[in-house]
């Protein structure tokens, strides 16, 4: 019984006192996070939504083919913890061409969940994953 | 100098090393809590709290073979079983179809239908079903089952995570030893289950893969029940990281009673809810009930409960057919037949066959003093049990007060006669149910006396099929040439042979 | 706000929240309005208190989990947040229902599609707006409890409801308000079922009923629901209280949240969520 009312109480302690967690799709559900991968190219746009924000990539290879990549990544909250300042923010403006490291999406499309950015002066930035208790 | 500080460096290091029983038992319990997915979030808290699973394989009809001492005889089976560890309860919902190959044994067999039971238990209630939540949909009802709780929950708390969390539960209590290189895990149950102690058996990863219980059975005493968990796997839909066993083996009495292969899961706490229904809240305490109906001069049908006898006055003695289930109810019986039948001593008790439903009360009948009339097959088998199998965890009469029993084979026929009254046995030939059955007869009453091969439906029900045991009995009788004007089934009602006829679709 | 004010203000919290007897307050500490009922203006915050490991992984930096790492978290939260004891009572024709919208919330769970959480979901408000005939309570943040800056008017003038069938069913309902001594007891009626009473699975009817009991000790404010909802429930359901602070800063903001914009349904490849 004691066990019992001791995970009963955990649980209540998880459960009853703060608001409930984040609940969205699982980022295992779209993201293979064993699959890292590194992209540089030319920023088209950024969406600051929830649940997360997006940055485009416009990527061109080697024949010159274009492809637009898309990657999710935390709100400007995260990004301004992350170090970059208001101008940096803004300045992930299109015409950017920035280097990503992200880990690609489970569906094989030319998606990615970011990890940090690599600017063209050459710094780089660890982006948070969306933290259910930041502001 | 080198030398003695190498021997002390090594008598040290041999002495720091904690040796197996100083092993800290609760330890071991987290750790194998942690091989099956249990522990989890920063907290590191027991998350398991509900299960869903669903398997196909046999289960069996525990204590109904076809010849003493052989095992159970097997249905075929579709599973599914959802659980609640925090309510607790546990709904198994099993569908049931006749074997390939012959068809022996009782426990329904041979089926008509597929047939579908579900039993569930929740809290300190239980009750059976014939769909999920009958108890709350309009036109269904549950029927209480308040002698199954202690049963269906210890099921519960055999299940690995069960197991592992009644053995957190008890703390102290709990102790760690190795069998043949495995980890045992051991630990006493409280509260209803007082006396009880289950034993933990992990495998290599430290995953259960074998329980152990010790329960009273009133036939077997002492019962070892034994369910084995192998070839664990994520079985669920959507990952969990919790693993689960897809081969289940339950055993019980040394034969299985369950073989599973588990197919789906949901580990992922499934929203399953067990609700009480009021009827069943309402229901009162089981007890013993013996009802007395005359039949005819010196014959009585005993009845109330589940499974009948008949007490036959002869003129110096009485004799009781049928010593069921367990003590409580034969020493109810026997009391009634000394009501029935004052001043006069029981001197034979005939046993039908050796089905444990109807052999549990024997051993009460035994310390009574009766001489037991069974067939020939069972004489050795009851004996060997009576005198091998201890019953220490709930004595019964026998046991505390120990006699030897003295049994009187039947081979074809037997005849009990004073004069005054006349009982015939005889050995039931053509029967798959049992081949240890006897059938009585009472010449001067016209009475038929029979167990479990002709179970007269309630009056007013409409025919159902043709059932070979009922077809099977009729011929018997008129082989044996005994006119039979009443029946008394040891299952059901006061019937008479035209009902047999009806039933058989021969009027 | 400052960080230096946010740490403080987490100790404080932390402080708070373990100890029964700061709930056990008595009232006075809670002050009142110029009618006499308990004034329940202010910035209310909930928030649990986390155990961070501290993780290389950045996809797993600040998130309360199992070793910091992001896989833990999301399949631990899962499995935890259904482990909730306290279940409605659904009537046995709608368990399996439960169960299909559950495990396909993905795509089923209206919040995940960016739809507000509705009444109770959503819960209790970030801020509250006090008047002697109504209360405004102003919501943030973004996850279950709805995405986006929304809003509820609480009047507390005495009026009565809307009859039901002039109601067109909406996700918060028509909320009326009233004082039961120092207890502000919500009646809401007039829900679409389109909303989920929470991430299980949970839907409900057009007929539900739901009241909603707000209490101030000191600086905590509890709120509590209790679903009624016979078409689809056995009985009555009382959600898990919860329990908010008073954000001792008198200047501190009421965040903005991004808005809401569903990309990722077409790309799952599983049913994973928490």
Known sequence: MKRAIGFLLGLAGLLTVGIPASAHHSVQAEFDLNKPLTITGVVTKVEWINPHSYLYLEVKDDSGNVKHWAFEMAGPGALRRAGLSRADRGGLKAGDTITVNAVAAKDGTDAGLIKDVTLPDGRKFTIWTSDPYAK | ?507 | MKRQNFGYLLLGVALCLAPARAMAQANHGTPRTADGHPDLHGLWIARAGANFVQSDDPLAQNLASRDGTLLNFERDNAMIRRSDPNKPLYKPEFWEKIQKLDQNGNSEDPSFGCMPAGVPRMGPPAKIVQTPTELVFLYVSGGAQGWGDTYRVIPTDGREHTPLDDLDGTWKGESIGRWEGDTLVIDSIGFNDTSWLDITGYFHSENMHVIERMHRDGDTLTWQATVEDPDVLIRPWTMNPRALKLNPDPKAWLMETLPCVEHDLSHLVTKEHH
């Open chain 2, 1 to 507: 100098m080198i030398r003695r500080l190498f021997c002390y460096t090594l008598i040290a290091g041999v002495l720091s090393v904690p040796c197996a029983h100083g092993q800290d038992a609760q330890a071991v319990i987290k750790t194998a809590e942690y091989a099956l997915g249990m522990i989890r979030g920063p907290q590191r808290i027991d998350a398991v709290n509900t299960l869903e699973y669903w398997g196909t394989g046999s289960t069996y009809a525990f204590g109904q073979a076809y010849h003493p001492g052989s095992a159970w005889p097997e249905f075929k089976a579709t599973y599914h079983a959802s659980l609640s560890y925090g309510v607790p309860g546990m709904r198994v919902d099993v569908t049931r179809s006749n074997p390939d190959g012959p068809i022996q044994g009782g426990g329904g067999l041979p089926l008509a239908a597929p047939q579908r039971q579900i039993q569930v238990v929740s809290g300190r209630f239980a009750w059976n079903e014939p769909v999920p939540g009958a108890g709350f949909i309009a036109g269904s009802t549950a029927v209480p089952t308040p002698d199954a709780v202690n049963d269906r929950l210890l099921q519960l708390w055999m299940t690995p995570f069960g197991v592992l969390k009644m053995a957190a539960k008890a703390g102290a209590a709990a102790k760690v030893t190795t069998e043949a290189g495995a980890t045992v895990i051991t630990f006493p149950l409280s509260g209803a289950f007082e006396g009880i102690s289950l034993k933990a058996t992990l495998n290599a990863k430290n995953q259960v893969e074998r329980v152990e219980a010790r329960t009273n059975d009133p036939v077997l005493g002492d019962m070892f029940t034994e369910t084995t968990y192998s070839d664990y796997k994520d079985l669920s839909e959507i990952t969990t990281d919790v693993p689960f066993p897809s081969h289940i083996v339950q055993k019980q009495g040394g034969f299985p009673v369950l073989d599973l292969t588990i197919t789906k899961a949901d580990t992922n706490n499934p929203y399953v809810v067990f609700p009480v229904p009021d009827n069943v809240e309402k229901a009162p305490p089981s007890g013993v009930k013996v009802e007395t109906q005359k039949v005819s001069d010196g014959v009585w049908y005993l009845t109330g409960g589940t499974h009948h006898s008949v007490a036959v006055e002869f003129k110096d003695y009485a004799v009781l057919v049928e010593c069921p289930l367990n003590d409580d109810r034969a020493l109810a019986v026997i009391d009634a037949v000394k009501k029935t039948i004052p001043n006069k001593p029981i001197r034979y008790v005939v046993n039908t066959h050796h089905h444990f439903d109807h052999l549990g009360g024997l051993r009460a009948c035994a310390a009574e003093g009766a001489t037991i009339l069974t067939a020939t097959g069972n004489k050795p088998y009851y004996e060997e049990l009576w005198g091998r199998l201890p019953h220490t965890m709930k004595p019964d009469r026998l046991a505390k007060t120990p006699k030897k029993p003295v049994i009187e084979a039947v081979a074809d026929k037997r005849v009990l006669s004073d004069g005054t009254q006349t009982l015939e046995l005889y050995h039931l030939q053509g029967t798959s149910h049992a081949d240890t059955m006897l059938i009585g007869y009472l010449p001067k009453a016209k009475v038929l006396i029979e167990a479990d091969v002709y179970n007269p439906a309630p009056p007013n029900a409409p025919a159902g099929p043709v059932v070979k045991e009922n077809v099977n009995l009729y011929e018997q009788i008129k082989r044996l040439n005994l006119d039979v004007q009443q029946i008394t089934p040891l299952h059901g009602r006061l019937v008479t042979i035209a009902d047999l006829k009806k039933a058989i679709g021969q009027n």
